[in-house]
């Protein structure tokens, strides 16, 4: 997509806390045929159904918070103009956006801002019929179950939801383990889709995600929204697709969400595509739980020329890749890349939502089936409209040449990492014979996105890249390698609260990357931190030396996944990837917060509006894009909860 010069789109939404909420455009959806929107009508509206899993999977108490703040916030008839109530919007603005009470990056509960004597005055003052009581409950109670987690730092302090009963993590991993064959070529990915609970008499045993069983009351629409999706199906493959993942939510089988996973990659000729499931599992510290997700989007059929021609030639990039022969697919199968417009996001997609995405996770399936590589064009194109004259790259990037540089090329080189990272990078290289998918345990998704974004540095700089006509010129990749570069050593600090460290996986991947490349290029100078007035800037002094560095890193990453060399991974992610120069930061916070801009972004939906004729039939659906952010989130409440909302027991 390329953005016209007069774009007169309104994107920005709202701004609060440390986040900037923008709305994103989905052009070409008029054009569509009208099976096709009711198609994505149904899939958007499946996606939308699943919101209370996630924030439900982050923390048990999330949904009791969350529907007890928009009680008081739609019912309080007082004064909304102090101090106090504008702090518990705010809150509650975060609550929405991060699908919990936990920051959706660092993971550490955010403060309330307001005295919880402020809060308990505010719920006495409207009807406890508003509020999530059980029978017999009263506000006291809900009070006393509630403030503590709210209020108190040390009370739940990390979110996670996905293990009960005090299970440790070697408890769980011993569980798991006990599970897998070694011998399997196939694995399942065990307990994906579950919380691991320890029962009286300290058993333990799985509660699936399925109907009929936990989180049945939002399964249950999700697949009714999907039955009701299948008359639309573009053809039959995709009507099998949905078959089998109703039977999936259905059953709680992970060998049927294999089965759905491998059709679903196969499927390249679809227009309308979607994403709904237990799909990630960077939440969970162990790496083995998945939170829930959707998007649901259609094909970029321009943008998607520049995908085809990396997917068509998965095969070279494979064979010249810098890594050890061994850890190289001998055959690359069933690689299929394309650009995408998203319509809706939902789940662990929304607000924030990722700019990229391959799947399936599943090594097995990526090895003997493939993988499907999607580039988000419309989201990475509201970010570049949105960031346009904000000042940023004039207070990080050193010098001019660097931002005439940026100017020309940022947004395409960008968007090309993205397609190789996702179309390349994740589905390269290969696991060798008895090694175990989860060896490196709680830090494999950090370097599972180290190994994707070397790869497509990596490549970036590659002659390929202008004889494929991807980029118009050979010195165009120096964009990205100065942005990554200034973002992991610099940039990306602004989103770190002082005396923090690194948390979040892709940070902390680039982070990793970054620092290696500083470090083990100190002696060529190859990356220098330069003062000037008192500011620190990144400066690269030589680029092919830098893409070199890239390949000696992703050598060795991809030898650490491929051999399970768990304790070798760990010594890059914790010299790496985590801490911070204190200094460093508190200098980079407080030039960022001087542009008065959000570290943060996330995004609103559009609005599907039906039209229907007087025999109640659907003629047409178009997308509606002025609902605001708190008018949706109190939409998508209303009409969007399943589960119960009441406090644990």
Same mark, same amino acid.
């Given at each position: 997509?390329?953005?016209?010069?007069?774009?007169?789109?309104?994107?920005?939404?709202?701004?609060?806390?440390?986040?900037?909420?923008?709305?994103?455009?989905?052009?070409?959806?008029?054009?569509?045929?009208?099976?096709?929107?009711?198609?994505?009508?149904?899939?958007?509206?499946?996606?939308?159904?699943?919101?209370?899993?996630?924030?439900?999977?982050?923390?048990?108490?999330?949904?009791?918070?969350?529907?007890?703040?928009?009680?008081?916030?739609?019912?309080?008839?007082?004064?909304?103009?102090?101090?106090?109530?504008?702090?518990?919007?705010?809150?509650?603005?975060?609550?929405?956006?991060?699908?919990?009470?936990?920051?959706?990056?660092?993971?550490?509960?955010?403060?309330?801002?307001?005295?919880?004597?402020?809060?308990?005055?505010?719920?006495?003052?409207?009807?406890?019929?508003?509020?999530?009581?059980?029978?017999?409950?009263?506000?006291?109670?809900?009070?006393?179950?509630?403030?503590?987690?709210?209020?108190?730092?040390?009370?739940?302090?990390?979110?996670?939801?996905?293990?009960?009963?005090?299970?440790?993590?070697?408890?769980?991993?011993?569980?798991?383990?006990?599970?897998?064959?070694?011998?399997?070529?196939?694995?399942?990915?065990?307990?994906?889709?579950?919380?691991?609970?320890?029962?009286?008499?300290?058993?333990?045993?799985?509660?699936?995600?399925?109907?009929?069983?936990?989180?049945?009351?939002?399964?249950?629409?999700?697949?009714?929204?999907?039955?009701?999706?299948?008359?639309?199906?573009?053809?039959?493959?995709?009507?099998?697709?949905?078959?089998?993942?109703?039977?999936?939510?259905?059953?709680?089988?992970?060998?049927?969400?294999?089965?759905?996973?491998?059709?679903?990659?196969?499927?390249?000729?679809?227009?309308?595509?979607?994403?709904?499931?237990?799909?990630?599992?960077?939440?969970?510290?162990?790496g083995i739980k998945a939170s829930w997700e959707s998007t649901v989007n259609f094909i970029d059929k321009e943008a998607t020329r520049?995908?085809?021609?990396?997917?068509?030639?998965?095969?070279?990039?494979?064979?010249?890749?810098?890594?050890?022969?061994?850890?190289?697919?001998?055959?690359?199968?069933?690689? #299929?890349?394309?650009?995408? /417009?998203?319509?809706? =996001?939902? &789940?662990?997609? *929304?607000? %924030?939502?990722?700019?990229?995405?391959? $799947?399936?996770?599943?090594?097995?399936?990526?090895?003997?089936?493939?993988?499907?590589?999607?580039?988000?064009?419309?989201?990475?194109?509201?970010?570049?409209?949105?960031?346009?004259?904000?000042?940023?790259?004039?207070?990080?990037?050193?010098?001019?040449?660097?931002?005439?540089?940026?100017?020309?090329?940022?947004?395409?080189?960008?968007?090309?990492?993205?397609?190789?990272?996702?179309?390349?990078?994740?589905?390269?290289?290969?696991?060798?014979?008895?090694?175990?998918?989860?060896?490196?345990?709680?830090?494999? #998704?950090?370097?599972?996105? /180290?190994?994707?974004? =070397?790869? &497509?540095?990596? *490549?970036? %700089?590659?002659?390929?890249?202008?004889? $494929?006509?991807?980029?118009?010129?050979?010195?165009?990749?120096?964009?990205?390698y100065y942005q990554y570069i200034m973002n992991g050593l610099l940039t990306q600090l602004v989103r770190i609260e002082p005396g923090?460290?690194?948390?979040?996986?892709?940070?902390?991947?680039?982070?990793?990357?970054?620092?290696?490349?500083?470090?083990?290029?100190?002696?060529?100078?190859?990356?220098?931190?330069?003062?000037?007035?008192?500011?620190?800037?990144?400066?690269?002094?030589?680029?092919?030396?830098?893409?070199?560095?890239?390949?000696?890193?992703?050598?060795?990453?991809?030898?650490?996944?491929?051999?399970?060399?768990?304790?070798?991974?760990?010594?890059?992610?914790?010299?790496?990837?985590?801490?911070?120069?204190?200094?460093?930061?508190?200098?980079?916070?407080?030039?960022?917060?001087?542009?008065?801009?959000?570290?943060?972004?996330?995004?609103?939906?559009?609005?599907?509006?039906?039209?229907?004729?007087?025999?109640?039939?659907?003629?047409?659906?178009?997308?509606?894009?002025?609902?605001?952010?708190?008018?949706?989130?109190?939409?998508?409440?209303?009409?969007?909860?399943?589960?119960?909302?009441?406090?644990?027991?």
């Amino acid at each position: 997509m390329k953005a016209p010069d007069n774009d007169t789109f309104d994107y920005a939404v709202d701004r609060f806390a440390d986040i900037q909420i923008l709305r994103y455009r989905a052009p070409g959806f008029d054009t569509l045929s009208l099976k096709q929107k009711q198609l994505i009508y149904h899939l958007s509206e499946a996606a939308l159904m699943g919101r209370d899993i996630l924030f439900d999977q982050k923390c048990r108490y999330n949904l009791a918070i969350r529907h007890t703040l928009e009680a008081v916030y739609t019912h309080y008839a007082g004064d909304r103009e102090n101090k106090n109530f504008q702090s518990l919007e705010t809150y509650l603005k975060r609550i929405w956006f991060s699908n919990g009470i936990h920051h959706h990056y660092g993971n550490e509960k955010f403060a309330p801002g307001f005295p919880a004597e402020y809060l308990d005055a505010l719920l006495r003052s409207i009807s406890p019929s508003a509020l999530p009581l059980r029978k017999e409950e009263t506000i006291d109670d809900l009070i006393g179950k509630l403030f503590p987690v709210i209020f108190h730092p040390d009370v739940l302090p990390r979110d996670n939801n996905y293990y009960a009963g005090g299970i440790t993590p070697q408890e769980a991993e011993n569980f798991y383990a006990q599970q897998k064959d070694p011998a399997d070529p196939t694995p399942i990915s065990y307990g994906l889709n579950s919380r691991l609970e320890k029962q009286a008499g300290g058993r333990i045993a799985e509660n699936v995600w399925k109907t009929g069983g936990l989180y049945t009351e939002a399964l249950e629409p999700i697949v009714a929204e999907l039955k009701e999706a299948l008359p639309y199906a573009e053809n039959k493959t995709q009507e099998n697709i949905i078959r089998h993942l109703i039977r999936y939510y259905e059953t709680g089988n992970l060998r049927t969400f294999d089965a759905y996973n491998i059709l679903w990659v196969q499927d390249t000729v679809s227009e309308v595509d979607f994403v709904n499931g237990f799909i990630e599992t960077y939440g969970d510290p162990l790496g083995i739980k998945a939170s829930w997700e959707s998007t649901v989007n259609f094909i970029d059929k321009e943008a998607t020329r520049r995908t085809e021609i990396i997917s068509t030639n998965a095969q070279w990039f494979e064979d010249h890749s810098p890594v050890d022969e061994r850890f190289r697919k001998k055959e690359v199968k069933g690689v #299929s890349a394309k650009v995408i /417009t998203v319509v809706m =996001l939902g &789940g662990d997609c *929304y607000p %924030a939502t990722p700019i990229g995405i391959n $799947l399936p996770n599943a090594d097995w399936i990526r090895r003997d089936h493939g993988s499907k590589s999607v580039t988000i064009e419309n989201i990475t194109h509201a970010y570049d409209q949105a960031s346009q004259g904000n000042g940023f790259n004039e207070e990080f990037v050193w010098s001019d040449a660097e931002l005439e540089s940026i100017r020309r090329y940022g947004f395409l080189t960008n968007n090309l990492h993205t397609d190789l990272h996702e179309c390349l990078g994740h589905g390269s290289g290969i696991l060798l014979a008895g090694v175990d998918p989860d060896a490196l345990k709680s830090h494999s #998704s950090t370097l599972e996105e /180290t190994r994707a974004d =070397l790869f &497509g540095l990596y *490549y970036m %700089a590659d002659n390929q890249m202008t004889r $494929l006509g991807l980029l118009p010129d050979p010195e165009a990749y120096k964009a990205e390698y100065y942005q990554y570069i200034m973002n992991g050593l610099l940039t990306q600090l602004v989103r770190i609260e002082p005396g923090k460290d690194i948390e979040e996986a892709h940070m902390r991947n680039r982070q990793l990357i970054a620092r290696w490349a500083y470090e083990h290029g100190q002696d060529e100078q190859v990356i220098e931190l330069k003062k000037r007035n008192n500011k620190t800037y990144v400066v690269i002094n030589d680029y092919p030396r830098l893409r070199t560095l890239f390949a000696t890193l992703l050598a060795e990453v991809q030898r650490i996944k491929s051999e399970g060399d768990y304790q070798a991974g760990k010594r890059l992610v914790e010299t790496y990837a985590i801490k911070v120069d204190p200094a460093l930061h508190a200098e980079i916070r407080e030039r960022y917060a001087a542009l008065k801009l959000s570290p943060y972004r996330g995004f609103v939906n559009p609005v599907m509006k039906v039209t229907k004729n007087s025999q109640g039939e659907t003629v047409d659906i178009h997308l509606d894009y002025t609902e605001s952010y708190t008018g949706q989130m109190l939409r998508y409440s209303r009409n969007y909860s399943f589960l119960p909302a009441y406090c644990p027991e």
